[in-house]
């Protein structure tokens, strides 16, 4: 599997909402930053992949029915990407709709997702959370 295999299968993995093989992709190693001023308290660094997988992206699509959909990817080096795309769904507690812009740069070592950093508009994320 390439890198960039790997990359595919996470956005996969996601919309599928595919819980097992999003764990399967992390390297046991992984680390991650979170975009700081995300709802629900999950912005900032992640240690490691239970806590991204338990405290992060369960608390974050607990509330949103929502999933990355990538829509460009840069190879920067045989192990690493950044890609571009939107966050699009809707919050669960309002309905309302989630449109957010993101850039994740991955890292992949030995076929897995080593390190994450995610950089989104917030403010989309909270107006969607937040409407009446």
Not at 55 to 70: E, L, S
Not at 117 to 130: E, G, N, R, Y
Request: hydrophobic share 45%; proline share 5%.
């Amino acid at each position: 599997m390439t890198a960039r295999d790997t990359v595919e299968s996470l956005y996969a993995a996601f919309a599928d909402s595919d819980g097992p093989a999003l764990a399967g992709l992390l390297d046991r190693s992984f680390t991650a930053w979170v975009s700081a001023g995300m709802p629900l308290g999950v912005g900032g660094p992640v240690p490691d992949p239970s806590t991204m997988l338990l405290n992060v992206w369960g608390a974050v699509f607990g509330a949103y029915d929502a999933a990355p959909y990538p829509e460009e990817y840069v190879e920067v080096s045989r192990s690493r990407f950044i890609v571009f795309g939107f966050y699009r769904g809707t919050c669960r507690s309002t309905g309302e709709v989630l449109d957010a812009a993101f850039v994740h740069d991955l890292t992949i070592r030995d076929g897995k997702i080593a390190s994450l950093v995610q950089i989104t508009d917030t403010q989309q994320w909270h107006s969607a959370l937040a409407a009446a």
